[in-house]
């Protein structure tokens, strides 16, 4: 398996700019989660989808962050309009779900790092 | 809310064991998992232990788990360059989907 896939790695974009984040869980997860990791925050949840809906959004930090999972394979975060405290690497992670350890186990993405300057 | 804490740093010579600690406070924690990061990586699992396990080793990677002092350890036995990483500490509940992670500890190992 490919693992959790995101695109893009890297994204430099401007304030007030929009920028869209992408993911694509392993086949067959039925679990997908967006955090974000600073050097100040650490790793924190913005979004849990679970069979492809928002189950926990409690994290997004305003507005002008959304996730969407319009289907099982794709998922995307967007910031509009984005801001320079929004630099930092955003990880996508999907896993089986349900009960029992090993369903519950999180795979991540490479990440994208993102620069608003 | 659940906190886990870990020490920011540590420095170890090639070849030696590495000692990583991790204290959680969630009483109700039922899995405890190790993730390294890799410069530019994403989070990768290394290895897991369910609460009711004291001890877990899986090669090099030995993970003791003190339930009573919440108090889990991963220990690397022979550390090589290639295990110069930072480590996360994560923990969740048997009914809960969020993992809450420590802040990670940066092991450099050193020739």
Same mark, same amino acid.
């Given at each position: 398996? /490919?693992?959790?896939? *995101?695109? +893009?790695?890297?994204?430099?974009?401007?304030?007030?700019?929009e920028?869209?984040?992408?993911?694509? +869980?392993?086949?067959?997860?039925?679990?997908?989660?967006w955090?974000?990791?600073?050097?100040?925050?650490?790793?924190?949840?913005?979004?849990?989808?679970?069979?492809?809906?928002?189950?926990?959004?409690?994290?997004?930090?305003?507005?002008?962050?959304? !996730?969407?999972?319009? #289907?099982?394979?794709?998922?995307?975060?967007k910031? *509009? +309009?984005?801001?320079?405290?929004?630099?930092?690497?955003?990880?996508? /992670?999907?896993?089986?779900?349900?009960?029992?350890? !090993?369903? #519950?186990?999180?795979?991540?993405?490479?990440?994208?790092?993102?620069?608003?300057? | 809310?659940?906190?886990?804490?870990?020490?920011?740093?540590l &420095?170890?010579?090639?070849?030696? &064991? =590495?000692?990583?600690?991790?204290?959680y406070?969630? &009483? =109700?924690?039922?899995?405890?998992?190790?993730?390294?990061?890799?410069? @530019? $990586?994403?989070?990768?699992?290394?290895?897991?232990?369910?609460?009711?396990?004291?001890?877990?080793?899986?090669?090099?990677?030995?993970?003791?788990?003190?339930?009573?002092?919440?108090?889990?350890?991963?220990?690397?036995?022979?550390?090589?360059t @290639?295990?110069? $990483?930072?480590?996360?500490? $994560?923990?969740?509940? =048997?009914?809960?989907?969020?993992? =809450?992670? @420590? $802040?990670?500890?940066?092991?450099?190992?050193?020739?």
């Amino acid at each position: 398996d /490919a693992g959790v896939i *995101q695109s +893009p790695r890297h994204e430099v974009t401007e304030m007030g700019q929009e920028v869209t984040l992408r993911c694509k +869980p392993i086949s067959g997860h039925n679990s997908l989660f967006w955090y974000r990791q600073t050097m100040m925050r650490g790793l924190e949840l913005l979004i849990y989808f679970n069979n492809n809906v928002p189950i926990d959004d409690s994290g997004m930090p305003e507005d002008r962050f959304s !996730a969407k999972m319009p #289907n099982a394979s794709f998922s995307t975060l967007k910031i *509009q +309009p984005s801001e320079p405290r929004d630099s930092a690497v955003y990880f996508c /992670a999907s896993s089986l779900g349900g009960a029992g350890l !090993a369903k #519950n186990i999180q795979y991540f993405g490479a990440g994208t790092r993102l620069s608003v300057l | 809310g659940e906190d886990v804490e870990q020490s920011l740093f540590l &420095s170890v010579r090639e070849g030696d &064991s =590495s000692v990583i600690n991790c204290t959680y406070t969630d &009483s =109700s924690s039922t899995y405890l998992y190790w993730y390294k990061q890799e410069p @530019g $990586a994403g989070l990768q699992l290394l290895t897991y232990i369910f609460s009711n396990m004291d001890m877990k080793q899986d090669q090099r990677l030995t993970v003791l788990l003190n339930k009573k002092d919440k108090h889990l350890s991963l220990r690397i036995a022979d550390t090589q360059t @290639g295990d110069s $990483a930072i480590y996360f500490c $994560a923990e969740r509940g =048997s009914n809960d989907y969020k993992l =809450s992670f @420590g $802040a990670g500890t940066t092991v450099t190992v050193r020739a």
